[in-house]
């Protein structure tokens, strides 16, 4: 695809984008899509290809390309890029073992409550079969699940922050600063994708300091 976009308005271009990203997705295809626009390239590519007089000098993931610039053309070209505008909650979200807890029919909150203590968590996320997320869990809300003998669907928190994986950085910046824990990261399935920290956060937006300056 070659400028696809490019005679659009910002508005419908935007929403363009984001179902080319959702039909790669959902039909894993994989798609060429040449674009002059670095913002657009960034948002739908999940590769991209960097080239300087008719020679590719460069392919790798935005963030790959961000960290480690091949030459001073692909580093002046990415210069002054606003990463909070063009990453998403999925680029920065990190799926770790810790703290997860996964929903089996022999697994009730003591034994959650023994793994978030075990690993010095006050919290822990929930996921059931095909990935799918159920919720976050504290160390308080499990006690008191099992002080009433009840399984782990009671220790969940109401109305827990859970971002979408396609939520810009700079929408995250206020949801993550006030949530009291890592923020959850799901797709548009309700699949679980990782969790955002305060410092995962600001270690993102630290990077686009050091490009800019």
């Known amino acids: 695809m070659d400028e696809a976009f490019s005679a659009l308005d910002p508005l419908i271009r935007t929403e363009m984008q ?3 990203v959702k039909l790669q997705a959902k039909h894993q295809r994989t798609i060429v899509f040449i674009s002059h626009d670095l913002d657009e390239a960034m948002r739908i590519g999940d590769r ?3 080239m300087q007089n008719g020679e590719v000098v460069q392919v790798g993931t935005p963030d790959e390309i961000l960290n480690n610039p091949a030459n001073d053309y692909v580093r002046t ?3 002054g890029v ?3 505008q063009v990453f998403s909650a999925k680029d920065i979200a990190r799926r770790s ?3 997860l807890i996964r929903k089996t029919p022999g697994f009730g909150p003591r034994s959650a409550l023994k793994l978030l203590q075990d690993e010095d968590r006050e919290y822990g996320y929930v996921i059931e079969r095909g990935n799918k997320f159920v919720g976050v869990v504290s160390i308080d809300s499990l006690k008191a699940a099992l002080s009433q003998a009840q399984g782990i669907e009671a220790a969940l928190i109401d109305d827990p922050l859970v971002v979408d ?4 950085l700079s929408e995250l910046l206020s949801h993550v600063g006030q949530a009291p824990c890592a923020v959850p990261v799901v797709d548009e399935e309700h699949q679980y994708v990782g969790i955002i920290s305060k410092r995962m956060l600001l270690q ?10």
């Open 77 to 79: 070209f990415f210069r």
């Open 204 to 213: 993102a937006l630290d990077r686009e300091g050091g490009n800019n300056g």
């Open 48 to 50: 991209i290809a960097i």
């Open 18 to 20: 984001d179902e080319l």
């Open 97 to 99: 073992p810790v703290g």
């Open 165 to 168: 994986a396609q939520t810009p």
């Open 82 to 84: 606003d990463i909070s």
